[in-house]
């Protein structure tokens, strides 16, 4: 009995660890606002994180555009595309935390919506995606006067350890 269960430990714990050194890309979608001064010429940076604690921190999200040279990112009404390649988490993404800089001429920026969606492995098989409805500021002269925050969709601690068991 108790060999089985070594084996069946050694087996779960294989799994895990395959997922996590498994590359994935992570697709994230950025909406900023139409209000009259959403836009931003702030560095932008990003941590992504799931369930367990695991993370990717994107430190200058402009640096991952997929909108072409010259494109200017985080600019009122548009809609930016940012490709960043990692190593997979043990579990989806449920955290997005948004830091700015407070730098350049149009620092206060309006998020409307962050979207991520990842691709698992070399198959760019689709795996999760998530939306994160923000419709607020990152600004010192706009409420809530913050230059970072976090957007967690996280289950709560129990619901975690529930789906760890089944």
């Known amino acids: 009995m108790t060999t089985s269960i070594y084996f069946l430990l050694f087996f779960f714990l294989a799994a895990v660890a395959s997922v996590s050194s498994e590359d994935c890309s992570y697709t994230i979608l950025v909406k900023t606002g139409t209000l009259g001064s959403a836009g931003t010429n702030s560095k932008i940076s990003a941590i992504l994180k799931d369930a367990q604690g695991s993370q990717v921190n994107i430190p200058n999200l402009e640096n991952h555009g997929k909108m072409g040279s010259g494109h200017d990112y985080f600019e009122k009404g548009n809609l930016d595309t940012f490709i960043v390649p990692s190593k997979c988490m043990g579990s989806p993404v449920c955290s997005l935390t948004l830091s700015s800089d407070d730098k350049g001429a149009s620092s206060g920026w309006y998020v409307e919506y962050v979207q991520v969606m990842t691709t698992r492995g070399a ?6 995606n998530i939306m994160f409805e ?24 129990m619901l975690r350890q529930i789906n760890a068991i089944i």
């Open 134 to 157: 923000i419709y607020g500021w990152l600004a010192t002269s706009e409420p809530p006067f913050l230059l970072t925050r976090t957007f967690n969709r996280c289950p709560p601690a």
């Open 123 to 128: 198959s760019k098989a689709i795996g999760d």
